[in-house]
């Protein structure tokens, strides 16, 4: 890759808990991975960025001053949308050939498309000459996801795209933005990441739909306290205007209560050293996501089944959007091997799918090589 200037790359993440929570202003558990996108870049003295793949035969060529036009490529969007919300935001796109590398699978909900977001941006603004506020790349990059590709997400992929760091997991106040560290200790357990293998897209998916409806259930609660975002609900307050809500909307604040609560007792688990713990929230964050929240189905639910039936495994959730891709799983080191035998051939017999096993590591967010 000699002849390009740059390399930057930016990660795919887990989410160790606090799942749906990050529109609702709550604090999240996420941690970035080694599976990434990585942007090999050059400027060209056009005006325009060309694209191309090191997976894919497609080339696209996106004309800076039309940035907008592009929402329905099948490849290149991401990046025509990560340009133009950095573009409008006043800083100048420099023509350049961009190769991307993407190591996260798609629609795995490892977060592939904010990685690619996020790197682009920063690729776009190191050839720049810029001096990279990863905050703020990251908002961008949400910008984009939610103005341009039609999902109205939360800030959690995008920050931990940009902002992880190595062994660490972070523990992100989607209010606030403040971002504390912590070490991912776990002592003799492991962290599994499975792929269910059932392709989601959240632009499919009922994501959107449960963003409004938590929205819905603020505006009614709101109406009888003064909060600003869900995760301000109390545990006593939500019992005290439980009736106020109805249906599903009263499952979906059942879950959002309850899943901050467990975020809590997550991060003072680690802290302590206490993994066991940690597993069982794992396994109720599941349960709730499963029965309150409404975004697993057949195969997620499955694949949690066949790790949780494992005494190697004190806690297997679906981690990201829902409706599909990846699983987390605290799995006993000396035990990993049987534990994916088992696990793979039990989903394959309950549902017909090939569970998928990435081994990959908590990594930093956004990485610039000089070439
Ligand atoms: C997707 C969204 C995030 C977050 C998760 C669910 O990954 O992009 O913002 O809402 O789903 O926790």
């Not at 599976?35 to 056009?46: A, F």
């Not at 599941?286 to 190697?312: F, I, K, M, Y």
């Amino acid at each position: 890759m000699k002849e390009y200037e740059y390399k930057v790359s930016a990660a795919g993440r887990i989410n160790v808990i606090g799942e749906h929570i990050d529109y609702c202003g709550g604090k999240v558990m996420p941690a970035a991975l080694s599976l990434k996108n990585t942007v090999y870049i050059r400027p060209n003295g056009t005006n325009k960025i060309n694209i191309s793949w090191t997976t894919l035969p497609d080339k696209v060529t996106l004309d800076i001053d039309k940035l907008d036009s592009y929402r329905n490529l099948k490849y290149g969007n991401y990046q025509a949308g990560a340009a133009l919300m950095w573009q409008r935001a006043g800083h100048k796109i420099i023509g350049c050939d961009m190769l991307h590398d993407c190591t996260v699978p798609f629609g795995s909900g490892l977060s592939s498309s904010a990685a690619i977001e996020v790197s682009t941006i920063a690729a776009l603004a190191t050839i720049a000459g810029e001096t990279l506020d990863k905050v703020d790349i990251a908002l961008k990059a949400q910008q984009a996801e939610r103005e341009y590709t039609g999902v109205n997400c939360g800030i959690m992929d995008q920050y931990a795209s940009a902002c992880g760091k190595k062994d660490s997991v972070m523990l992100l106040d989607c209010n606030t933005l403040e971002c504390e560290y912590l070490p991912l200790r776990l002592g003799d357990y492991s962290l599994v990441i499975t792929n269910c293998n059932k392709p989601h897209s959240l632009i499919e998916s009922k994501y959107n739909e449960r963003r409004e409806e938590t929205e819905r259930a603020l505006k009614l609660l709101q109406q009888h306290i003064d909060i600003k975002c869900l995760a301000e609900l109390s545990n006593a307050d939500y019992k005290k205007y439980a009736t106020v809500l109805t249906g599903v909307l009263s499952k979906r604040i059942e879950h959002i209560v309850s899943e901050c609560e467990r975020v809590r007792m997550a991060m003072q688990a680690l802290k302590a050293g206490n993994i066991e713990i940690l597993g069982g929230l794992l396994n109720k964050s599941h349960a709730s996501l499963r029965d309150n929240c409404e975004v697993t189905g057949r195969e997620p639910d499955a694949l949690v089944q066949a790790a949780q039936a494992q005494s190697c495994c004190i806690g297997s959730r679906l981690i990201g959007g829902g409706f599909g891709g990846c699983t987390i799983s605290l799995v006993k080191t000396k035990y990993i091997d049987e534990f994916k035998e088992f696990t793979f051939n039990s989903y394959l017999k309950a549902t017909g799918f090939k569970a998928e096993f990435y081994d990959s590591e908590i990594s930093d967010g956004i990485v610039i090589t000089k070439l």
